[in-house]
């Protein structure tokens, strides 16, 4: 009898470290995410908002890449390299452990500048910031902020549709410590489907 005790004994313990084992791994995954990187280029860049935008080539460059003097620009490309990517998190990616969204809810992206300095990399400001939808449409807040060169936090907080469009998807430009945000609209809301709010930490 007392053998059969000392047997169980061990086999819950065995349950135990198992189970303990795959939460901790569980949470570290989940913990922080990185973003897919996408090299582009700056007329990529003003492409992609000019598609989203609708206005032209010109107002989008005045507006992403404020004229910059050939001085500045030369002693800036003395000291580091200089170049753009396309930073896409997707939305269901979670950190918090408690929420849960679709899949199919599409993904945030962040057309950034950044800089590569001996062995630094960093993001030196995000030029704008936007909201690819899936076959679920987002509709709210979308909030982003980089609280340093190598991270962007962002919050999605509103609701989610079914068989509409986006109306207004990007945002403006930020630089280190600056924080940004726009309202994404949708062209109807008779398809309502579920609230959404998610906030996260994606790394560089």
Known sequence: MRRLGLMFISFLSFLVLVFGIGTTVKADETAV??????????DEILANYVSNTGVSFAEAERAL??????SQARNAQLNEETSYVMLRGATYQDDTLISYIPSNAGHVYFY?????SGWFRGIKRIVY???HSG??????????????ANRIHFTLNGHLYR?????????????IGQTGS?????????NYYSPLYYHGDRSY
Do not use: H, M
């Open 129 to 131: 910031a936007g909201y």
């Open 65 to 70: 890449f404020p004229n910059q003097s050939t």
């Open 182 to 190: 726009f309202n994404v609209g949708v062209a109807n809301t008779s």
């Open 33 to 42: 995410k990185d973003f897919d990187v996408v090299t582009v280029t700056k």
């Open 112 to 116: 950034c500048e950044v800089s590569k």
């Open 135 to 148: 076959s679920l449409i987002f509709q709210g807040n979308f909030q982003y902020a980089l609280p340093d």
């Open 163 to 175: 068989n509409t469009t986006t109306t207004v998807s990007v945002g403006g430009g930020i630089g």
